[in-house]
């Protein structure tokens, strides 16, 4: 999917957006459920002191060689059961419902964000091939993680019952395996990123001009200037740094339980992971739309490297300057077969 | 309808591990998978008590719930059993138990741990009852033949009870009534929540 | 799909270094799971089933104690297949510990010796059967030849069944050598000698069963929620039921102190003093039953005067219990009658072992506690058939029944093995050496050298043992090494030896202790699941086993190899005469019916195979408190016709359940106390005292019978004719038909007398029970007041140290007090336990246990890594810091071995036969010492220190 095809591409985001809003839907009053009921672990029987020592986790001795085979009680599963089939899985589902439906309103109300003036014809070099094969590393490995991740912790509510334990029990095999290899690949992407791509993306005085006049995405008629990263990318960029780094920490905590760690590390290791790897997913969505139907000709610049120069003007006028002052690259035309054509189909 | 349970009597287990010992000898269970282990607290000073404990089969179970491939499974026994074909081994749970019963045979990289076993209260799994894939795969259907777990029957003191919630509930009531005092009976709450036990004891 | 990954199935079938092993073994060491080794077994079971096979059931019983638990194994296909709980059993009602729930392994065995072996330029090489006794037989020969028999020693088991150890007894007598033992010696035999010397017999009086009806037990010495865990599903019922105190003396908050209502921690070695401190509130509160004393016990005053030393104070400063504290355990054992002793090894192992045990036995005199239902001395003896092997005589001081080595023993028993006395006593050395009392002595009249002390008999200078060689070869016939005392100088013993040869199922520590070239034979012995035959538990009940599974790999059973050895030796139709023979294999049945014939002493005459059997069969039918069957085809018998069963089999006396109890008659298994020391002393009557059983023609005490004593009755004419002829010129020991005990009992008479039981023993170094310190003590300021023995020249063959050690202050290099015993989930040397995965799993290292205030002291963490030094020995170990010992006190579990002095020795044993888990042996570092009555080791007592390793 290296090639953006506007026309049927707005449709599947839109489409898999309600989706995910729609199947979000009856998990919501579950997650009320638990919420709303406190007490469903408080079961202390206060006559007993031994029980209530062991209902706080008093480790005791045992034969049995096994990290925490001591411990009788672990009752912060309980807690962990309740935040993940509760909150995590509640809030998950509302926070990429809300993605997904925002970046359907914005198109609704914004369309696509098309190139000011045409395409000039004339390109200049944005990504050079390193960085794009950086990139495409990191995004694909997030989609497919995303994807077998929330395959877990959704796949039981939302596909099981289409199409059964067995054929749902072999995928979701398959989607653990692949996510718990693929898993660990992933920060090597992210920390190339963090080094390659810091610099860009520090935060400058434009920042708060093309966020107060809403990226230029919000109101029709302003075009905010911007550096070689706009503030949203640069929001963005920070999201996967950090939060590419929170998911890989807890991940890697998870993805090798012989390292020592108890249960409750991972159990709060898993509640993090989930949480923040939702939390990323839901700008994805949003950095996605952007990247292709949002935005025309954005895409191109990470596939083939060059961009427009009128979409440079558009959207980063003050890196177009830059580079273009002194000696700077000179734009080229563009050739047979690369970049966009000049006019959308 | 019978509801299967376990009773640990801490007035009585003298962490001889029997119990332990038995599970092996009757699933087969191998070096490293433990279905049912001992844990005595204050060891070695005043207050030592001695628990035995395995999966307590739970009526609200929260093991059932996270289960991301919905394998695990309560009988109408309620005993909680689940299928080792669908199972993925993630843990979950594991992380959910509160009596640490599921068991891995491994704890590698990659999250490859697996396929969960734990305690089945000597009842197999879903394959057809004492068929030879049953019994490879969750050791022994003693419920199929009429028998309750080994690790209950061979217990040196009859600390360990297990069966119908409502008998072993009238045994252990006994006991104490001789005993004119003790509350070491254990497990029975949190496992079973409090409505169970009053329907127990009423009984 | 299967249970676990089937990856490295092979590497159960051996190869498999402890590393490795340990590496894959568990989530805690971070590897994957040893897979394969559950698929072996599942597999054998998942063939087994193959073409659905019939099931059948066999009734066995456990071999890893002596409360006998029965067991129903389930067998396929000839493979061993389940294992069910026996609920209807008398003993155990199908319970079990870890152990016996784990006896099944025995038909999986991948640990096992799997064929003979021998070692060969320091290599382990098989050989067959045939080239094995073959080579084992003309070494021994050549032994023989050149320094007499008594250079070979015979040490046999408490594994093995009666009928095994009855014939290894005998082997032994015609092998020519009284240089024989097992177990018992380094167990029990303290408490034998100490109780038979008080009341006539040494065992258990009651039973485990018997406990219901107590309402009080004092356990001294004895940790049974680990070392016999289903009694306390009998004590805890008198617990429960009886609201019973539960009493538990012991230097370590043991698991059963857990269970107890009131613990008592005594510093080790001082039993003598806490029961005179007993004693003495029990006396000054005239607590003790005076009518009791009157009518059955001698000696008590001495007794009082002896107590009158131990006043609050002086008990306080040397066992370290307050005045309170004694008064209120006195009160309660005075308040709660009938109330029942319960001791072992804490009191048995111990340089004045004997003097505790008569301690016992006093308190219990005192209390009016003995020859009732909830009272007794319920010793609880130690392996599943060392109560049986200990009546078989299979011990270097006397044949079968305690019939001593005197000349009329070896006549009486010539006569039942139909023998020449002179045939037999030719086979002995006929010289004569100085005796233990400096008088000449030929060997067969003469003690052997015990266990405890067979390497003294390799190392000690010729000129001074009383034999006229060296040992030169040891026979470990299913006896480890490492349950014996000073294991440095056993490592050299072993190397100076000519020959060992092991005969096992496992190949123990010995295979890889001493380091040799070769001069090693390993022959693999069944285990008793693979052959038949009676076991005696601790109650003297007899069980019949039968059999499981046929012998395992190549192995044999012991009578066999012991058959085919005799053969190689030249005795083997002797040693048979009267005993069935098919294949090599003599008839189990025959063999006991031999000992019946022979057995009169004890009363093992009346379990006849055929009784036993019908027994088994119906296990259901016995009471659980009473063991008396309730109908059915054992109607009114004892399970297990607990000895004496007197008589013949015919006369079908239903056994003992309780030893000295007046109210029942003889003949429905009541007793009186034995007659054995003599009918006075000192001009006092021994008799008892106007009582006497219910139902007895004699309304006093009375001697033992003999043929005279029938006449001067008028009963001689009771005996048939040809009961007269046996019974002319002897005893109801010796008459072998019978007739005599017939009469005695048929008159309400106990054959053995009726007299009063002995506080005093005056043949012992201390009559009357006193303190000594121990050799190794910390206490030097009470050496002097307390002080241990004079060395002796000659002690069983040996010179035997006390003194000359106990002068030595060793408290200041080595400041802590070092004990040791049991784990519920080992037994004895362990090399079976520790090869079974289920049970091995459960203890993976060797530890010791030490106060966190000595922890601390010496900068020692939990879990670390430890040398414990003592004056003879060191090993490295796991510090296990922990409050169930008291600071001062550290203890070792005594079951690893495979280590020495921190060097692992894994790769010195023979490939696929080493155990799971290695470990120190406890034994490396434990010291001299030995009772002076009956050479028990002292492995309860010493001193060592420790640090960081
Ligand atoms: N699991 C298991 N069970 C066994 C065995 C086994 O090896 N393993 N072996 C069997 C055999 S052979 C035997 S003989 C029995 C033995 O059974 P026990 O004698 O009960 O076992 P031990 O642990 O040797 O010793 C008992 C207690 O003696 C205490 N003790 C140490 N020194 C002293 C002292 O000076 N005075 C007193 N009063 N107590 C002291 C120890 O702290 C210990 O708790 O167990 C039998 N059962
Ligand atoms: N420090 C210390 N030392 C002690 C003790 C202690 O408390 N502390 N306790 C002592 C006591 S009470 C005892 S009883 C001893 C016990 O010590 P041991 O009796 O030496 O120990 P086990 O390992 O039980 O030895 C029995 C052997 O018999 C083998 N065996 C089993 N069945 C059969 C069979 O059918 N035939 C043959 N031929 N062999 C068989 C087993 O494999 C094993 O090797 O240890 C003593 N040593
Ligand atoms: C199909 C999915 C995706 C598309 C079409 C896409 C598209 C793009 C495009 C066109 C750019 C360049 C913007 C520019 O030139 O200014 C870009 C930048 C970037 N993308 Fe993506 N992207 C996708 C998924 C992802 C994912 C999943 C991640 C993170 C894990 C990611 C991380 C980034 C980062 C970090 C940048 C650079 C922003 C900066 O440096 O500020 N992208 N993406
Ligand atoms: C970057 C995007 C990622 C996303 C969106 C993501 C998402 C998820 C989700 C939703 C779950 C399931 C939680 C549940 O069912 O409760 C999960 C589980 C898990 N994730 Fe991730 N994850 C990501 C990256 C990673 C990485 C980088 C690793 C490892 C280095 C990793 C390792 C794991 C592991 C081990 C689990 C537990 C699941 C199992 O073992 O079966 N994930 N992830
Ligand atoms: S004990 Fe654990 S595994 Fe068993 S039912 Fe309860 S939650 Fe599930
Ligand atoms: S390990 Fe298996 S049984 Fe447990 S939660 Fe995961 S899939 Fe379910
Ligand atoms: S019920 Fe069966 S499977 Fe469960 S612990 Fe007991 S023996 Fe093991
Ligand atoms: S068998 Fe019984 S007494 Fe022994 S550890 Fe298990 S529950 Fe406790
Ligand atoms: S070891 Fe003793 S208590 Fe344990 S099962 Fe065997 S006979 Fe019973
Ligand atoms: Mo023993």
């Known amino acids: 999917m290296m090639r953006a095809r506007p026309g049927c591409g707005w449709r599947t985001v839109l489409a898999a957006a309600l989706t995910m809003a729609v199947l979000a839907a009856p998990l919501i009053p579950q997650g009320w459920a638990y919420l709303g009921d406190p007490k469903s672990t408080q079961r202390i029987d206060p006559t007993n002191r031994l029980w209530r020592e062991l209902r706080q986790g008093a480790a005791g001795q045992t034969q049995v060689q096994a990290p925490e085979a001591g411990v009788l009680i672990a009752s912060a599963g309980e807690e962990w059961r309740r935040l993940r089939n509760g909150p995590l899985r509640t809030w998950g589902a509302y926070w990429l419902a809300a993605a997904a439906g925002g970046v359907a309103l914005i198109f609704l109300w914004r369309g696509r964000i098309r190139i000011e003036g045409g395409r000039s014809g004339r390109t200049v070099e944005r990504w050079r091939l390193p960085h794009r094969v950086l990139h495409w590393y990191t995004a694909v490995l997030f989609l497919i993680l995303a994807l077998t991740g929330l395959s877990l912790l959704y796949g039981r509510a939302v596909v099981l019952p289409l199409f059964g334990k067995e054929v749902f029990g072999l995928y979701a095999q398959g989607a653990k395996v692949l996510h718990n290899y693929l898993g660990p690949l992933f920060p090597v992407g992210v920390i190339l990123m963090a080094a390659l791509w810091a610099r860009n993306n520090l935060p400058a005085r434009v920042d708060l001009r093309w966020l107060a006049e809403g990226g230029g995405i919000l109101f029709r008629d302003r075009h905010p200037p911007a550096g070689n990263m706009n503030a949203g990318e640069k929001l963005w960029f920070w999201i996967v740094v950090f939060g590419g780094l929170t998911v890989s920490v807890t991940g890697i905590i998870l993805d090798f339980p012989g390292l020592g760690q108890t249960r409750e590390t991972m159990q709060t290791a898993q509640i993090v992971h989930a949480a923040s790897a939702i939390f990323m997913l839901g700008f994805a969505v949003g950095h996605i739309y952007i990247g292709t139907l949002g935005t025309e000709g954005a895409l191109e610049g990470m596939v083939h490297g060059r961009v427009d120069v009128n979409w440079a003007r558009q959207h980063h006028l003050l890196w177009y300057e830059e580079i273009t002052r002194g000696g700077g690259p000179e734009p080229e035309a563009a050739g047979e077969g690369e970049g966009e054509p000049a006019a959308g189909a | ?118 305690c089945t209260f000597c009842a197999g799994g879903p394959e057809p009852d004492l068929s030879t894939a049953e019994h490879r795969k969750y050791g022994s259907n003693r419920l199929a033949e009429g028998k309750l777990p080994l690790c209950a029957e061979m217990c040196s003191t009859k600390a360990l009870l297990a069966g119908d919630g409502a008998e072993i509930a009238d045994i252990y009531r006994q006991r104490v009534v001789w005993r004119g005092a003790g509350a070491g009976a254990w497990g029975w709450d949190l496992a079973y929540g409090r409505r169970q036990r009053q329907n127990a004891n009423r009984q | ?409 070896w006549r009486h028993w010539a006569r039942v093995w139909d023998l020449d006395f002179d045939w037999i006593a030719a086979r002995f050395d006929q010289n004569e050496y100085a005796g233990d009392n400096g008088k000449p002595v030929k060997p067969m009249f003469y003690k052997g050298i015990p266990v405890s002390r067979w390497i003294d008999g390799v190392l000690e200078d010729k000129e001074n043992i009383g034999q006229r060689d060296n040992i030169r070869a040891m026979i470990f016939w299913g006896h480890a090494p490492n349950s014996q005392t000073r294991g440095v100088e056993m490592k050299k013993a072993m190397e100076r030896l000519d020959l060992i040869v092991v005969v096992d199922p496992y190949p123990t520590f010995t295979a890889v202790l001493p380091d040799r070239k070769d001069g090693i034979y390993l022959l693999p012995a069944a285990t ?93 039918t016995f009471n659980y408190t009473t063991l008396q069957a309730e109908g059915g085809p054992c109607n009114g018998e004892y399970y297990g016709l607990p000895w004496p069963c007197w008589g013949t089999p015919e006369l079908g006396h239903p056994g003992t359940p309780i030893l000295y109890d007046m109210s029942k008659p003889v003949a429905k298994g009541g007793l009186t106390f034995r007659a054995r020391f003599g009918v006075e002393r000192n001009g006092v009557s021994l008799l008892a005292d106007g009582v006497y059983s219910v139902g007895s023609e004699i309304r006093d ?189 550290a203890f070792l579990p005594f079951h690893f071995a495979g280590h020495f002095q921190g060097e692992d020795l894994r790769a010195k044993y023979p490939p696929g036969a080493d155990p799971y888990v290695l470990g120190e042996a406890a034994n490396t570092a434990m010291t001299y010492g030995y009772d002076s009555v009956t050479q028990m080791q002292e492995s309860k007592v010493s001193l060592c220190r420790i640090r960081a390793a």
């Open chain 3, 701 to 889: 005490g009375y001697p033992e019978f003999t043929d005279k004593l029938l006449k001067q009755l008028g009963w001689w004419d009771d005996l048939t004719p040809e009961e007269k002829n046996a019974a002319e010129g002897r005893n109801w020991k010796t008459d072998l038909s019978g007739g005599i005990q017939r009469v005695a009992i048929q008159h309400g008479c106990a054959p053995f007398g009726n007299a009063k039981a002995r506080c005093e023993v005056w043949n012992f170094p201390d009559p009357i029970p006193v303190h000594r310190e121990p050799l190794y003590t910390p206490r030097r300021d009470l050496v002097a007041k307390y002080p241990t023995y004079e060395d002796r020249k000659r002690f069983y063959r040996l010179p035997t140290r006390y003194r000359s050690i106990q002068e030595t202050d060793f408290s200041r290099d080595f400041p802590i007090i070092l004990t040791s015993g049991r784990l519920v989930e080992y037994e004895g040397g362990g090399d079976e336990s520790r090869s079974n995965p289920w049970l091995a799993e459960l203890q993976q290292h060797m530890f010791v246990e030490i106060h966190p205030v000595d922890a601390n002291n010496n900068g020692i963490r939990d879990g670390q890594q430890v040398w414990v030094e003592t004056p003879e020995g060191r090993i490295k170990v796991m510090a296990l810091v922990t409050r169930r010992v008291a600071p001062g006190v």
């Open chain 3, 1 to 409: 799909m299967r249970l676990i990954k089937k990856t490295g199935a092979s590497a159960a079938t051996g190869g498999m270094d402890r590393r490795t092993f340990l590496k894959t073994s568990g989530l805690a060491a971070g590897g994957a799971a040893l897979a394969g080794l559950a698929p072996g077994a599942m597999m054998r079971r998942a063939e087994a089933a193959e073409g659905g096979a019939k099931v059948e059931t066999v009734r066995t019983v456990c071999t890893h104690c002596s409360v006998g638990c029965g067991i129903i194994a389930e067998v396929q296909n000839g493979v061993w297949v389940g294992q069910e709980p026996a609920f209807d059993h008398p003993f155990n009602r199908g319970a079990h510990c870890a152990k016996g729930a784990s006896v099944r392994e025995h038909g999986i065995g991948e640990r096992r010796l799997k064929y003979p072996m021998k070692l060969e330029n320091g290599k382990w090489k098989r050989i067959s059967w045939e080239q094995a006794i073959d080579e084992v037989g003309e070494r021994l020969l050549a032994i023989r030849q050149q320094s007499g028999p008594d250079a070979v020693y015979w040490l046999g088991s408490a594994k093995h069944s009666n009928e095994q150890a009855y014939l290894f007894r005998k082997m032994a007598a015609l092998w020519g050598t009284n240089n024989v033992d097992h177990q018992a010696r380094i167990c029990h035999s303290t408490t034998v000698a100490g109780v038979a010397n008080t009341w006539g017999y040494g065992a258990m009086t009651n039973s485990y069963n018997d406990i219901h009806n107590s309402r009080a037990v004092l356990l001294i010495g004895s940790n049974p929620a680990e070392a016999h865990p289903v009694a306390l599903q009998h004590i805890l019922r008198a617990k429960e039921r009886n609201n019973a105190a539960i009493i538990v003396v012991d230097p370590r908050y043991t698991r059963t102190a857990a269970k107890a209502t009131e613990y008592v921690r005594i510093r080790p070695g001082t039993d003598v003093p806490f029961i005179w401190g007993l004693l003495w509130h029990i006396f000054e509160n005239g607590w003790e039953d005076r009518e009791f004393i009157r009518t059955r016990v001698y000696g008590m005053d001495k007794v009082r005067a002896e107590v009158k030393k131990w006043h609050p104070r002086e008990v306080e400063n040397v066992v370290g219990v307050s005045e309170q504290q004694m008064r209120r355990v006195a009160k309660m054992l005075a308040d709660n009658r009938p109330g029942t002793i319960v001791w072992c090894m804490g009191g048995t192992q111990h340089t004045i072992g004997n003097n505790n045990t008569r301690a016992y036995c006093i308190l219990q005199l005192a209390l009016g506690n003995m020859g009732t239902a909830g009272g007794g001395a319920n010793i609880f003896r130690g392996h599943d058939n060392v109560q049986g092997a200990t009546d078989l005589g299979v011990l270097s001081h006397t044949l079968p029944g305690y019939y001593g080595l005197s000349e009329g023993a």
């Open chain 2, 1 to 118: 309808m019978a509801r299967m349970k376990f009773l640990c009597d801490a007035d009585r287990c003298i962490e001889c591990n029997a119990c332990v010992t038995a599970c092996k000898n009757e699933n087969d269970v191998p070096w490293g998978i433990n279905r049912r282990r001992v844990v005595t607290i204050n060891d070695g000073e005043p207050g030592e008590r001695s628990i035995s404990v395995a999966c307590m089969h739970c009526s609200d179970a929260p093991c059932i719930a996270v289960c991301p491939v919905d394998t695990i499974y309560q009988t109408e026994d309620g005993v909680v059993l689940h299928d080792k074909d669908i199972c993925i081994g993630c843990g979950y749970c594991f992380f959910a138990c509160p009596f640490g019963a599921p068991q891995f045979p491994a704890a590698a990289a990659f999250g490859s741990r697996g396929k969960m076993d734990k």
């Open chain 3, 528 to 620: 008793q699941f693979e052959t038949y035959g009676s076991v005696t538990a601790s109650n003297r009940s007899l069980q019949w086993r039968d059999r499981v599974i046929e012998p395992m790999f190549e192995s044999l059973p012991d009578h066999t190899i012991m058959y085919k050895l005799a053969k190689k030796l030249g005795f083997a139709a002797e040693l048979t005469k009267h005993i069935e023979v098919r294949n090599d294999e003599p008839l189990v049945e025959d063999i006991l019916r031999e000992l019946n014939r022979g057995m009169w002493t004890i009363g093992y005459t009346g379990q006849s195979p055929e009784r036993l059997k019908r027994q088994q069969r119906n296990w259901g």
